[in-house]
């Protein structure tokens, strides 16, 4: 189990408030494990407000259909329109990213 120092739960703190006003959600390198509470905790409260819909969850990393899919089986309703899934290497996925965001 990981115990975060203070600056980081500040850190944890600020992005949780930033994920209510933000438009976009860029994941990076992450599994979204079960057990990674908070950030299970962040795509909720991103996910939760009345914009939802125009939201969009871009996941960057090679198993990102995998990612997606247990996402949307998480949220229970159809999110297939906010979840963009980009299976690639950060390096190799900063063009689509870019033109998926413009929208």
């Known amino acids: 189990m990981k115990i975060p120092t203070v ?10 408030r930033a994920s209510t006003e ?3 959600l860029i994941i990076i390198g992450s599994a979204l494990r079960p057990e990674d509470a908070f950030l299970t905790i962040l795509v909720t ?3 939760r407000q009345e914009s939802w819909r125009s939201r969009r969850i871009a ?4 198993a ?16 297939s329109a906010q979840i963009l899934p980009i ?3 950060l390096q190799a996925a900063v ?4 033109d998926a965001l413009r929208v």
Do not use: C, H
Request: aromatic letters at 12%.
């Open 95 to 98: 063009p689509r990213l870019l």
């Open 22 to 24: 933000a438009k976009n």
């Open 59 to 62: 996941i960057v990393d090679p």
């Open 64 to 79: 990102a259909d995998y990612i997606s899919d247990r996402l949307k089986d998480y949220w229970g309703v159809d999110v």
């Open 87 to 89: 299976q690639d290497g």
């Open 7 to 16: 600056e980081v739960t500040y850190l944890m703190l600020d992005a949780l």
């Open 45 to 47: 409260n991103f996910l």
